[in-house]
């Protein structure tokens, strides 16, 4: 399977809000990071520490979405291009986003999300 086709199913994993299968998809010692004015935001360490963020969302989102329109093939990074949607009870936003994701041995060892952090702030605030 190759970077693009690996990142591909991560995204039609999270989209499904299967986290186990997406756990498969990362290293163990990976690194996610997000802005870090947003709760859950900064660097986090370690593929259960991800997935355990990953599993707040629906903390601070009544929708969450991620729509991937691009997948570029940088060698070891695969580079994501789409658009974020998510809202809450204080209404919603839509943002593109760039995601980059570096593979090693077919799992996910670093993945930085780029995203208008200040949409999503307003309504967490």
């Known amino acids: 399977m190759s970077n693009v086709d690996t ?74 291009r789409g658009t974020q949607k998510a809202g809450n009870d204080k209404g919603s936003f839509e943002a593109p986003f760039v995601h980059l994701l570096q593979l090693r041995d077919g799992k996910t060892v670093r993945g930085e999300f780029f995203t208008d952090s200040a949409k999503a702030a307003k309504l967490l605030a």
């Open 7 to 80: 990142a591909r199913s991560a995204y039609e994993a999270f989209g499904r809000g299967d986290l186990a299968t997406l756990q498969e998809d990362f290293a163990e010692d990976a690194v996610w990071v997000t802005s870090d004015e947003l709760p859950l935001g900064g660097e986090v360490k370690g593929r259960d520490a991800i997935m355990g963020n990953f599993a707040q969302i629906p903390n601070y989102w009544t929708s969450f979405s991620l729509e991937p329109e691009e997948f570029i093939d940088a060698g070891d990074w695969v580079v994501v």
